[in-house]
Structure formats: structure tokens, C-alpha cells
Nanobody, 122 residues
Framework: VQLQASGGGLVQAGGSLRLSCATSGITFSTYTMGWFRRAPGKEREFVAG????????RYWDSVKGRFTVARDNAKNTVYLQMNSLKPEDTAVYYC????????????????WGQGTLVTVSS
């Protein structure tokens, strides 16, 4: 089982990035996928998630209207489109998977990727 996150990098405030998380070894279409982040000195926090059953989504308040999560079941990949980035979005972003319904708690996610660093300069 592997979750491979990519797409991080350095971007100026107001810019955009798209993160990808390619999965293997799981029946992707039956897993809820989530994105989390951990900023320096802070706890890991939920960013966005997309449920496998109906594609419904959930976002953390601070990213609503700026970030969009989407999945491509044919490619076993989940994406996080991040627009209007702010310096406070700087963090390591992780993708995660769970067979459970959509949750914003990291404890409910059983599979984790290695993380990709997003740095937003002011």
C-alpha cells in the first residue's frame, strides 16, 4: 500500500499549487481521502476530504473558497487545488485514506502518505 503525495513547492502569496496523491495497493474507489497539514510548531490539522460514496467534500474553515479537493477514481489519485495561497498555508501537506465515512479527525485515517512541503512567501 502506498500513498505518494507530490506537487509541493515554493510559491508567492496569492499564487496557486495543485497537490496530487497517487495511491496503489488499495481499492481507491472505496476509500475516503483526506488532506492534512502540519505547520512548524503546530499540530496536524485537517484541510479537506472527499468521501468515496458520493464524492461529497468537507473543508477546514480557513481554506474554504480557496482550496478544492477532487478525486479521479480511474487514476487512483486525489488532488488538492490550492488558490490564493497565504503565508499561513505554509506546511507539510499529507494525504490520507480511510474506509470510514468522511472525517476531519486524523485518528480515523489508517493510511498516510509521506507529505509534501508547501512554502508560501509573503
Amino acid at each position: 500500500v502506498q500513498l505518494q503525495a507530490s506537487g509541493g513547492g515554493l510559491v508567492q502569496a496569492g499564487g496557486s499549487l495543485r497537490l496530487s496523491c497517487a495511491t496503489s495497493g488499495i481499492t481507491f474507489s472505496t476509500y475516503t481521502m483526506g488532506w492534512f497539514r502540519r505547520a512548524p510548531g503546530k499540530e496536524r490539522e485537517f484541510v479537506a476530504g472527499i468521501r468515496w460514496t458520493d464524492g461529497s467534500t468537507r473543508y477546514w474553515d480557513s481554506v474554504k473558497g480557496r482550496f478544492t479537493v477532487a478525486r479521479d477514481n480511474a487514476k487512483n489519485t486525489v488532488y488538492l487545488q490550492m488558490n490564493s495561497l497565504k503565508p499561513e498555508d505554509t506546511a507539510v501537506y499529507y494525504c490520507a485514506a480511510t474506509p470510514a465515512p468522511l472525517s476531519d479527525s486524523p485518528r480515523d485515517y489508517t493510511l498516510w502518505g509521506q507529505g509534501t512541503l508547501v512554502t508560501v512567501s509573503s
